[in-house]
């Protein structure tokens, strides 16, 4: 019954969304770039995806996101978290339904063919100089959500030529599903959100959408730019490196730090106010005791000290002047 109300409030939502954002982009509305962001965060919300965001998101515009693929949910939990249009393959532009909101998100799609390779990179590159971040799946293909798979260089030739007059900024973005209901998910539990291989998307959206809250962490790694490497094969080692490397920290529950962003971060923020509240109090107290070895009064004990010496004015020490 859940998956059926979720799936209800999802298209409810993309039928609210999907008119206004066609309206924004047949007009060239600059909104037309914010709405899809704020889609993405409310369908997280619907479909039970609570996302955190762990390191610092590249400010530069634009930016080239590099991130590792395991399922179409990753579109709604980068989409909510990074600023920018998608890079995907020829095929979903047919999809029902997600194609058309790939292309309400401006989606630049790409066909995997090593003789259209050098097309694409010019139809990315001109969207770079416009001022669009790029989001870019170098897997090629999703993957379980246990590893990462080996990337294709071929795409990070884009890298290779500067954007007004400026090396482009790559920033390595892992994405990984870690937690169902605040227990570790762990390879049994992973598949029912990872989509790969041959499984039905229907039918692996409904089963997902009955289950109950996934923690799904974004992790930003350093950016960098193709300066710092001999070619872009080396930069492309470089962010799968990183990239596989935040994902095994993930799923193990080895990340170091906090999440900036999510509903771990206001917990943490949540627990941060308490202890520091405390803190302040024990201070006073402390601060009470050390003045004349004072003992710490209670609010109410010094409501009745003060109205005692209020009510005797005859107790007080005659003046000796």
């Keep these: ?33 914010r709405l899809p962001h704020m889609f993405h965060r409310g369908a997280c919300r619907i479909v039970g995806l609570d996302v955190e965001l762990w390191g610092e998101r590249s400010r530069e515009r634009p930016t080239l ?3 590792n693929h395991t399922s179409y949910l990753d579109i709604v939990a980068l989409g909510g978290v990074l600023p920018g249009s998608f890079v995907a393959k020829l095929e979903v532009r047919s999809w029902p339904l997600f194609g058309m909101m790939a292309r309400l998100q401006r989606t630049v799609f790409v066909e995997r063919r090593r003789d259209a390779t ?9 969207r770079l100089e416009a001022g669009d971040s790029l989001i870019l799946f170098p897997e ?84 960098v730019t193709i300066e710092q490497f001999k070619n872009r094969k080396e930069l492309a080692a470089h962010c799968e490196r990183a990239i596989a490397e935040g994902v095994s920290k993930a799923i193990s529950g080895r990340l170091e730090g906090r999440a900036i962003r999510g509903r771990g971060m206001r917990r943490l923020a949540a627990a941060a106010r308490r202890r520091a509240r405390a803190s302040a109090g024990g201070l006073l107290d402390r601060m009470g005791s050390a003045v004349g070895n004072v003992p710490p009064r209670g609010h109410g004990e010094i409501l009745r000290a003060s109205s005692a010496e209020a009510q005797t004015p005859g107790s007080s020490e005659p003046d000796k002047g």
């Design 65 to 67: 996101f590099v991130c």
């Design 140 to 223: 090629g293909t999703s993957s379980d959500g246990n590893r990462v798979l080996p990337f294709k260089s071929a795409f990070f030739g884009v890298a290779e030529k500067p954007i007004k007059g400026r090396p482009l900024t790559v920033q390595p973005v892992s994405i990984s599903y870690t937690k169902l209901n605040g227990i570790p998910m762990g390879r049994r539990f992973r598949p029912y959100y990872a989509w790969y291989g041959d499984m039905d998307l229907a039918g692996h959206l409904y089963e997902m959408a009955g289950l109950g809250r996934a923690t799904v962490v974004v992790e930003c790694h350093p950016p």
């Design 1 to 33: 019954m859940i998956a059926a109300w979720r799936l209800l409030r999802l298209f409810s939502w993309i039928a609210v969304c999907a008119p206004f954002q066609a309206a924004l982009l047949s007009l060239g509305a600059g909104f037309g770039k």
């Design 118 to 126: 050098a097309k694409h990179r010019d139809e990315m590159v001109e």
